[in-house]
């Protein structure tokens, strides 16, 4: 199985950008198709982006569409979420998940594995 580390959160400006990575162990990323998650006070977890294990095709929640990219490096081992164009209603934490299934799904039961997040604050 994978173990799965975030990392990068702080807090930024309005309009301001930051990365998270998400350092896998255990097994490589390209086993996995992987997703980015995110969870604000009160609500409930959130799909925000994913790269298929299968062809490397994204997909993004419409809410980050535009602002959001996601990236996966072999070589590292590791995923990014590049964030560009931060809101304040993009304030959560924000977590990482692995599934064996082949394509992105914006679901989040059919990810098995998750990390421990990584929290993302956004000043007005």
């Known amino acids: 199985q994978v173990q799965l580390v975030e990392s990068g959160g702080g807090l930024v400006q309005a309009g301001g950008s930051l990365r998270l990575s998400c350092a896998a162990s255990g097994r490589t990323v390209s086993s996995y198709t992987m997703g980015w998650f995110r969870q604000a006070p009160g609500k409930e977890r959130e799909f925000a982006a994913a790269?298929?294990?299968?062809?490397?095709?994204?997909y993004y929640a419409d809410s980050v569409k535009g602002r959001f990219t996601i990236s996966r490096d072999n070589a590292k081992n590791a995923v990014y979420l590049q964030l560009n164009g931060l809101k304040p209603e993009d304030t959560a934490v924000y977590y990482c998940?692995?599934?064996?299934?082949?394509?992105?799904?914006?679901?989040?039961?059919?990810?098995?594995?998750w990390g421990q997040g990584t929290q993302v604050t956004v000043s007005s």
């Open positions: 998940a692995a599934t064996t299934r082949p394509y992105a799904s914006g679901d989040v039961s059919p990810y098995d594995y």
């Open positions: 790269i298929s294990r299968i062809g490397g095709n994204t």
